[in-house]
């Protein structure tokens, strides 16, 4: 992962929701700061937990520099240039019409008009397609030598490096210039209404999204009639910096088998799409304690799971009957049994991983990601490397082969 911190290079995670994709970005712009390059981060996470995790009174669509207060607070450098701002979806796609609008009475028609508003707000994409044009700002102006990306959470990863494409075939349409720009189509539209399979369209569009439907697209089409080529013209300059070799696509993702068999069908669908990923991080993998018992036992490292499976031996009826200890024990069995299906999946999927994509693994924070100093760790975790797999696995296998060792010694015999 260090590798990919590096002057003038993007990573950008991608992540569908509730793998703590924002959590691990915010890691990440540590990492990149304490490698002493000027960081910043684009984070899409609105709640007040990152916020103040990142110690700001406020977050906004500007870059904020983290204060030296904080970073002493956390034990980190009060040198490090780390800088975080927040998705402003409106914002920057109010700022991209600005830019390329000029007339006052025509920027206002634009803003104003539903079929702008509805485009900004519920479109697929229009978070992502805010993202990247914020990211290209950020990248115009040469401020800084790392700048991380947290992508908006979407159903499938893939999703975000569609967008651009995505918006160039909707406001690049010659179709829809065609409908629904006056100068070029009226005398043409009029005689295509004149038929009733039109009519019978437009009584339809208007009867599900309501009777200006039409009359709002085609206004704003005629507003942004002399300003959609600078736009496109964007976007394609957005999209070839995705495919560009400063670049660098970072999946972030879980350790569940489903969330993994999509890694893999991300790594396929970037493969044809001739862009590369570069990194897997498998985010919440086993807990604090089982990785703390890896690094400091030099004898079994999965000691405190193979007690869980002596627990229920152990226990005295009469104890069970007064303290209802057996719905503790399955409890501890459950755990058990998830860490080593864990640590088997992990460790198959990294042996199968292809060349060049770089894996990094981190586990559960036990206190939860509060403030600087978790996302440090987080950090630390990352940037360590996958040396614990190993050993999880060959102590995985021994503890299986107890258990199976177990039961047919305990299996009745007929």
Known sequence: MKDLLTRGSIPILLGTGGVGKTTVAAALGI????????????????????????????????????GERQLRAAGLSNTLQLSAMMLDVKGAWDAIVE?????????????????????TAEFAGSEA??????????????????????????SHAFEFLQTPARMIRLLDSRTARWLFTPSLSASRIAIRLASEAARFVVRELERFAG???????????????DSI??????????EALLHSPVVRFVLVTTAEADRLRQARELIAEMRAEKLTLSAIVINRFLDERTWSAVANSSGDPLGHLAEVAELRSNVRDGVVKRGGVFRLIDYFENYRRRTLDEIERVASFARDLPAGITL???????????????LSRIAEFMTSGTAILKPLEHAAAKLRARARAAATHHAPRH
Do not use: C, W
């Not at 906004?60 to 520099?65: A, E, K, Q, S, V």
């Not at 914020?134 to 979407?154: G, K, N, R, S």
């Not at 039409?214 to 704003?220: A, G, H, K, P, R």
């Not at 990094?360 to 978790?374: H, N």
């Open 229 to 238: 080529d600078g736009i496109v013209d964007r976007l394609r300059k957005t």
């Open 360 to 374: 990094a693994i981190a586990p559960e924070i036990e206190t939860g990601v509060g403030d600087l100093a978790a």
């Open 129 to 154: 397609f805010a993202a990247l044009q914020q990211l290209y700002d950020l990248h115009q102006t040469a401020a800084f030598e790392l700048e991380i990306v947290d992508t908006p959470p979407a």
């Open 31 to 66: 990492a990149g700061a304490s490698a002493n390059l000027s960081t910043a981060l684009i984070t899409v996470d609105p709640s007040r937990r990152l916020r103040d995790a990142l110690g700001l009174a406020r977050l906004g669509g500007h870059p904020t520099r983290i």
């Open 211 to 225: 009777s200006t439907v039409l009359s709002t697209i085609t206004d704003f089409f005629a507003a942004m009639a």
């Open 99 to 119: 830019r390329f609008v000029t007339d006052p009475a025509r920027l206002a028609r634009i803003l104003e008009n539903p079929f702008y508003q509805s485009l």
